[in-house]
């Protein structure tokens, strides 16, 4: 046990799905898995542990912000023994080559902030996503018939939607990236896994664009994103 962490060591298997939100954790739970356990709720942040398909997976809150996932995903890869987490998450476009509902695989995150700086003391602020995953969960995707867009993210320290000139922001941003949307945990997650010698994807959907102006509302972004879920639980049981 940890002090954000209640759950015994075998409580947790060896993959484990990451939504931010812990209510998209037990929509998860609750649709797609068999004989769910609860096994965290500290600080309300849930954890459940089930098959599918007859594997056992891990479905484990991350909440939001790089501080947050970076506890949990800490945590998990170097108490737990946790070996690959998939992070499930929304994001906001800023290229109408995105559109509302698509499914992003990203391959680098890029960020203005101090994470790895405050964690080992390191100049670093672009991570990479797990080569190896990334290539399984593409196979999946094939496999499944489910389309996925490539991208490079910028992980946010502030919600996007709350700063005061976003065009002057964008215009800031490493050209050479071609960055298209944004989120706000993957680089402290694939920062972590690098760190630890673990494997670490990032899956998401577009929820919003800032471009088009279209968005859809937070209900709606829980229970809504089911090509990425099973993407990620099929990609999941191959590990």
């Known amino acids: 046990m940890t002090p954000h962490i209640e759950s015994k060591l075998e ?62 995903a800490y945590e998990l890869y170097k108490i737990y023994g946790v070996e690959n987490i998939i992070r499930l998450g929304s994001c906001g476009a800023y290229t109408t080559n ?44 094939s496999e499944c018939d489910i389309t996925i867009k490539e991208a490079n993210v910028f992980c946010s320290e502030v919600f996007d939607y709350y700063i005061d000139d976003l065009d002057v922001f964008l215009a800031t941003l490493p050209s050479d990236m071609n960055i298209s949307c944004a989120e706000m945990e993957s680089f402290a997650l694939f920062y972590l896994a690098k760190y630890l010698n673990k494997n670490a994807a990032c899956l998401l959907t577009v929820v919003d664009n800032h471009i088009s102006h279209e968005e859809i509302s937070s209900d709606k972004r829980e229970q809504s994103l089911n090509d990425m879920i099973t993407l990620g639980l099929e990609a999941a049981i191959k590990l």
């Open 98 to 141: 995105l559109k509302i509902f698509d499914t992003v695989l990203v391959n680098q995150s890029y960020t203005t902030g101090n994470f790895a700086q405050n964690l080992n003391n390191t100049d670093c602020h672009i991570a990479n996503s797990t080569a190896q995953l990334n290539d399984l969960i593409k196979n999946t995707a």
């Open 11 to 72: 409580d947790i298997a060896k993959t484990v799905l990451m939504p931010g939100d812990p209510l998209r954790a037990k929509y998860i739970a609750d649709n797609f898995l068999t004989d769910a356990k609860l096994i965290n709720t500290v600080r309300n942040m849930f954890g459940y542990t089930g098959k599918y398909k007859g594997h056992e997976i891990t479905v484990f809150a991350s909440g939001m912000g790089m501080p947050s996932i970076g506890i949990y």
